[in-house]
């Protein structure tokens, strides 16, 4: 019987896979740093025109709101990891996966986008604590900008792991008509 693979092991497989892709460019974050530094840079750039300053209550309800809609994305997170483990749990198709090698990468997708919301949902709540209890008034739109960008992450993941479903009802129905071929070629036994 097989050991149950660990989440880091896992993602460092798909890193490999990934790298394999795209060379080096797979070991960096590319999509998370565009996603939270973006608004930051445009805070920076445009705040001439934009206004001089957030009020602790504006920000935090702007924190607050952005981890309750980190934890209706993670909501959408468990319901798929339940789709997903079970599409992936049914024998024989499990087999085919892992000899497609796309098993454990099926399982994982899912929770490190989970992951992610969960980060998001924290640093959602640690940067309203923390705009509530420090004087950080000229650092309060950067907070905020930050969170939005990852925000912005975190939705681009929770729509790919959407995606994800599409993909493994692909694999499930190329699996189907294989395994139909093969039990024609051999007359049905």
Known sequence: ????????????????LSAAKRSIMAFVPWSLT????????IIYFFADFLRPQ??????TTMFSAIAVVAGFFGSVSVATI???QRM???????SYLREEKLFDL????????????IFLL????????????????CVVKYFVAFDLGL??????????????????????????????????GNGGC
Not at 34 to 41: F, K
Not at 153 to 179: F, G, M, P, S
């Open 106 to 117: 099926f399982l994982f997708w899912p929770q490190f986008t989970l992951l992610v919301q």
């Open 82 to 84: 339940g789709q997903v």
């Open 122 to 137: 924290l640093v959602s709540a640690c940067a309203a604590i923390v705009v509530r209890l420090i004087d950080v008034d």
């Open 88 to 94: 992936v749990a049914e024998y024989p198709f499990s």
């Open 151 to 184: 925000l912005i992450y975190a939705c681009t993941k929770t729509w790919k792991l959407v995606d994800l479903i599409r993909q493994l009802t692909w694999h499930y129905e190329d699996y189907n008509r294989l395994y139909r071929e093969h039990k024609d």
């Open 1 to 16: 019987m097989s050991e149950c693979p660990n989440f880091w092991s896992v993602f460092a497989e798909a890193l490999q």
């Open 54 to 59: 957030i009020t602790d209550s504006n920000a």
């Open 34 to 41: 565009i996603c939270s530094l973006s608004p930051c840079l």
